[in-house]
């Protein structure tokens, strides 16, 4: 045989197997969906526990989802960007520290600020604690934070009455105080009562031009308390007689800079003093990355959980299959006496079950993004919707189709044509 009629043969026999599988398809789905219409009870029933289990896998990942944004973002609002920076000591000996200090002072911000371009605000915190006079002859040690205009934003700091600290008051060493909520309900009764009124620090008088608050719970990391109050840092210095501060906080422009951020402020000071000095920066990036895992473990364990009934689903589509298997043995046996192979009979009833799954996971992701699309549409609510939940729920389904529907296919292609043909 030449290789051109070769080739012609080979040809023909690919085009005979490639409609032989397409009748079989066909076959099996048409043989399907009688049998779904001589049972259309049993197979909605069946179908129901792949629309409940579709449906919550789908709900189960947009509550994870949703939960998980909102914990990002109520961290996110602590300021996520910031880096703290401190001194923490060495450098000098006991009688070296009478000549020298290595404390951080406000030229090593300005280095800061001028050798790393990612840096969107600093401000330096100068930290005391004071004796606070009012018109009432009232006295308490009170927390005042020397700060710079630029630290409202850093910690993201909401002024719902007044305003905050400006540069004008900054560089003209202007005697003003912006308070927290409870220091001016405390001390003036309401937040309006607080805006102008005067108190004194050390005999010199204040004047209270904003009231603040902190946007989020700060998680124990702020150095703010429940009764502070900032004022200009060139005012606090002259409290103090020193130009060193406790700290210097810097905002970056991206959270992604921010590790790298931190290394670099660390050696930028460094190079500022004497080598054994030791300086510590904080972020809460640690924080955020604890947070995110956190919540996508419970995300992971909740779709456990959601696949528990999935399986129950299973469950049930092996049983009904196992019982439409036993109905029709007779139909088997037929089919085999007519020539129907042992591939051909599996895939018959593999198909069936792997059908009513894969319609029930249709329906259960129509009922499980029904609810969170409803609740954009009438609230106006930005819920997260993953396409990734319609793909883990719809293969699911067909998964569930094919492990349940394996054993009872298997057992239906397994039958002996003459036995099954003497059944009554």
Same mark, same amino acid.
């Given at each position: ?84 920076? @401190?001194? %923490? /000591?060495?450098?000098? &000996? ?6 020298? =200090?290595? !404390?951080?002072?406000?030229?090593? $911000? ?89 108190? @004194?620090? %050390? /005999?010199?008088?204040? &004047? ?6 902190? =946007?989020? !719970?700060?998680?124990?990391?702020? $150095? ?201």
């Amino acid at each position: 045989m030449n290789p051109i009629e070769t080739a012609r043969q080979t040809t023909f026999q690919q085009t005979l197997l490639s409609a032989r599988r397409t009748m079989l398809l066909s076959e099996i789905l048409k043989l399907a969906l009688d049998s779904f219409r001589a049972s259309k009870m049993r197979f909605a029933l069946t179908a129901l526990g792949m629309v409940i289990g579709t449906a919550s896998v789908i709900l189960v990942i947009t509550i994870g989802m949703t939960g998980k944004k909102y914990i990002l973002q109520e961290i996110q609002k602590v300021e996520t960007n910031s880096i703290e920076l @401190e001194y %923490a /000591g060495g450098g000098a &000996t006991a009688a070296e520290r009478v000549l020298y =200090s290595d !404390s951080l002072t406000r030229d090593d $911000e300005k280095a800061v600020v001028a050798r790393l371009p990612g840096v969107l605000y600093s401000s330096p915190v100068l930290t005391m604690h004071e004796r606070i006079a009012f018109g009432g002859g009232v006295f308490k040690d009170t927390l005042v934070l020397g700060v710079s205009p630029q630290y409202q934003f850093i910690r993201n700091l909401l002024v719902p009455n007044g305003r905050f600290l400006d540069d004008e008051d900054d560089s003209a060493h202007i005697r003003c105080a912006v308070v927290t909520e409870l220091f001016a309900q405390k001390r003036f009764g309401s937040d309006e009562a607080a805006v102008g009124s005067t108190f @004194e620090i %050390a /005999g010199i008088p204040f &004047t209270i031009i904003g009231v603040f608050k902190e =946007s989020v !719970s700060d998680f124990g990391v702020s $150095e703010l308390q429940d009764q502070t109050i900032l004022i200009p840092f060139s005012v606090a210095r002259y409290f103090t007689g020193t130009e060193n501060v406790n700290q210097i906080y810097f905002s970056m422009r991206d959270m992604e800079e921010v590790p790298d951020a931190a290394k670099r402020i660390r050696e930028i000071v460094q190079a500022r003093h004497r080598k054994d000095s030791v300086y510590q920066t904080q972020t809460l990036v640690e924080l955020l990355d604890m947070a995110n895992k956190i919540t996508t473990a419970l995300t992971v364990v909740l779709v456990l959980v959601a696949t528990v009934t999935l399986a129950v689903g299973g469950v049930g589509i092996m049983n009904i299959m196992l019982a439409n298997v036993r109905a029709r043995i007779r139909e088997i046996g037929i089919r085999k006496a007519l020539g129907a192979t042992y591939r051909e009979i599996k895939l018959q009833f593999l198909a069936e079950a792997v059908i009513i799954s894969l319609v029930g996971g249709v329906a259960g992701t129509i009922v499980g993004l029904s609810l969170p699309l409803s609740i954009r549409f009438f609230t106006g609510m930005a819920i997260p919707i993953s396409p990734w939940s319609v793909v883990i729920a719809l293969t699911s389904a067909t998964l569930v189709g094919v492990i349940f529907g394996t054993v009872p296919a298997t057992r239906a292609a397994q039958m002996d044509p003459v036995e099954a043909l003497k059944y009554e």
